[in-house]
């Protein structure tokens, strides 16, 4: 099992539609976890951290599910904007390493 | 504000020929590390170091050398580029946490490199 798992996508949804992601991972001992997005031939920024038990910004949530370790992101009302890859970044515990999801992409249509 | 920097953007090699990707970070951080990302397969890791004077091996090392001489500083040598080596390197670098738990990474703007 990979580290860090996330389904690569595409998901195409409208304008204004809610989307979720999830991620899984498989090191227990994890205690962060992060969202990146990363526009096309552009560096990964950060979107979310997650700490606890999820993060709230906006029209963004990131909830954390320690038992059945994953994380999922929320995008409520999708822009045009929103059309990117996320991806989910998790440091494996006892190593000082990020390990990376492949991303998952979103693609929001007009 | 600089953040990380990465030189070169683009470069080309001829197979066998060496080369150095630079990179500085004007932030302060212990962290600092670099990335590959091919389609399909996402950021794999190369190298990283905890400190000036540290480093170690991530997933992808071989063909890859580093050094940490300063904290500002983290180049990546290619020793003889071979065209499996094409690809787009990421450069970042954060404060160090804990060995569980992490902080921001920032990442340089990207190397994109072509073997022929």
């Known amino acids: 099992r990979k580290e860090v798992e996330q389904d690569p996508g595409p998901f195409n949804v409208p304008e204004g539609a809610t989307v979720a992601f999830n991620c899984t991972y498989s090191n227990s001992a994890s205690q962060s976890f992060f969202w990146y997005r990363q526009d096309c031939r552009k560096e990964p920024k950060l979107l979310m951290s997650?700490?606890?038990s999820g993060n709230e910004d906006g029209r963004f949530t990131a909830q954390l599910n320690r038992a059945s370790q994953y994380i999922s992101l929320l995008i409520r009302d999708s822009k045009l904007s929103d059309s990117a890859t996320y991806l989910c970044?998790?440091?494996?515990?006892?190593?000082?390493?990020?390990?990376f999801g492949t991303g998952t992409r979103l693609k929001v249509l007009a | 504000n600089a953040g990380v920097t990465q030189t070169p953007k683009f470069q080309v090699l001829k197979t066998g020929q060496s080369m150095t990707l630079q990179c500085a970070q004007d932030?302060?951080?212990?962290?600092m590390s670099w990335y590959r990302q091919d389609p399909g397969m996402g950021l794999r890791l190369i190298h990283y170091s905890v400190g000036a004077g540290i480093t170690d091996q991530g997933e992808v090392p071989n063909g890859y050398n580093v050094s940490r001489s300063t904290t500002e500083d983290f180049p990546l040598r290619l020793l003889s580029a071979a065209p499996s080596q094409t690809s787009v390197y990421f450069c970042?670098?954060?404060?160090?946490?804990?060995?569980?738990?992490?902080?921001?990474?920032?990442f340089g703007e990207g190397s994109w490199l072509t073997v022929v």
């Open positions: 970044v998790v440091p494996s515990a006892g190593t000082y390493k990020y390990i």
């Open positions: 970042a670098s954060s404060y160090l946490g804990t060995a569980s738990s992490g902080n921001t990474i920032y």
């Open positions: 997650v700490y606890s």
């Open positions: 932030m302060n951080h212990e962290y």
